[in-house]
């Protein structure tokens, strides 16, 4: 009766994301632990030249997590439940729902066009001869040694096929999203972060997310996370409410 009450005291978009988020952890962590099955590899993005890539990875990699672990899908089911009723309640459901699924698009996008960059810089390194020949090994053989584990042992090659064959999963960019028109409708509530004791105003720290993510994006100090994923949410995150202020759909300093 209690988890009824409390399901129920969600807004019905906030509920059912954050239900069919950890349902879908759920099911991947079991597939993974006892099946062997990896649903991220079908599921999570790719980068458009992949073998491996499908269109509606750009939808669906935002409804996985790391299945080895509960903090990825923990640290963003929190920030959902916390900021994503609020908003949801400003937005109204339908609103909301397109403000979270645009703006986990809209990082996919934007994490895939550094990949782009990426790729071009490392491809410049690598002798025109023997360019062709690279890519046609990445792209035949590189997404199975991926999913098998492993990886070309020359480094060059190796990056390559993880920038090429990667997968990027998490809802962090729609989050990340969230957390900007948080900021922006409510910039002036304090929010407690687990590491700080002290109040932050929510402007402050969507800024100062914002410029952790580009230092950590620039300098690559922290590997293994799409941190221009979580910028282009923010940015994403920005145009619209800023159209939408514009336009008198929502406006800006409640408190």
């Not at 030249?49 to 080895?68: C, E, G, K, R």
């Not at 903090?71 to 109204?92: C, D, K, P, T």
């Not at 590491?195 to 969507?206: E, L, R």
Request: net charge positive; hydrophobic share 55%.
């Amino acid at each position: 009766m209690a988890t009824n009450n409390f399901l129920r005291s969600i807004p019905p978009a906030t509920r059912h994301l954050l239900l069919l988020n950890i349902g879908i952890w759920l099911f991947s962590f079991i597939a993974l632990q006892f099946k062997g099955f990896d649903l991220s590899w079908f599921l999570g993005l790719h980068f458009f030249t992949s073998p491996a890539f499908n269109p509606v990875q750009l939808v669906t990699y935002m409804f996985l997590h790391d299945s080895t672990g509960f903090a990825h899908i923990f640290f963003n089911m929190f920030s959902l439940y916390m900021f994503g009723r609020v908003l949801e309640q400003v937005m109204g459901t339908k609103r909301f729902l397109f403000f979270y699924l645009s703006t986990g698009i809209g990082a996919a996008l934007i994490q895939l066009a550094v990949i782009f960059f990426q790729i071009e810089f490392i491809t410049s390194q690598i002798p025109k001869a023997e360019l062709f020949q690279t890519l046609q090994i990445i792209h035949t053989e590189g997404a199975q040694a991926l999913q098998n584990g492993m990886n070309f042992t020359n480094p060059l090659w190796g990056e390559l096929n993880g920038l090429i064959n990667g997968t990027m999963i998490g809802a962090s960019g729609a989050v990340f999203g969230i957390l900007l028109a948080f900021g922006m409708l409510f910039p002036n509530v304090p929010l407690y972060l687990f590491f700080i004791p002290v109040p932050i105003k929510a402007k402050y720290m969507v800024i100062g997310y914002g410029l952790l993510e580009l230092f950590f994006g620039i300098s690559g100090a922290v590997s293994g996370v799409a941190h221009f994923a979580h910028l282009g949410g923010l940015l994403v995150g920005l145009i619209i409410i800023l159209i939408w202020k514009k336009k008198g759909i929502v406006g800006g300093g409640y408190f």
